[in-house]
Nanobody, 127 residues
């Protein structure tokens, strides 16, 4: 079964922008915090961004802070990751994930707290 489906990845030049989308099933989206993680070849999966169910609270990895925005449209069961000024080190497979947390204001940067994961979308940034 597919609960989260990412899209929007591709090949871009350094300095360019991408908007990644994650379309979710209701069971994987409703009342859940959402997050984006990425994994580059030969490296462990790392946190990128997270947003609470309410949308009021967000957090970002230091490596993308200031040039990245996570936001959600609860009516469409979709979460987005807008990335600007992309760098070669952003090259990775990007995964969308959902976490059932206690409060609508809760969010998480810890992968183990997420119980739904998408298949990933490839982002490649050329020099």
């Amino acid at each position: 079964q597919v609960d989260l489906v990412e899209s929007g990845g591709g090949l871009v030049q350094a300095g360019g922008s991408l908007r990644l989308s994650c379309a979710a099933s209701r069971r994987a989206f409703s009342t859940r915090a959402m997050g984006w993680f990425r994994q580059a070849p030969g490296k462990e999966r790392e946190f990128v961004a997270t947003i609470s169910w309410s949308g009021a609270n967000t957090a970002y990895a230091d490596s993308v802070k200031g040039r990245t925005t996570i936001y959600r449209d609860n009516a469409k069961n979709t979460v987005y990751l807008q990335m600007n000024n992309l760098k070669p080190e952003d090259t990775a497979v990007y995964y969308c994930a959902a976490a059932l947390l206690r409060y609508s204001s809760s969010y998480s940067s810890t992968a183990n707290e997420y119980d739904y994961w998408g298949q990933g979308t490839q982002v490649t940034v050329s020099s």
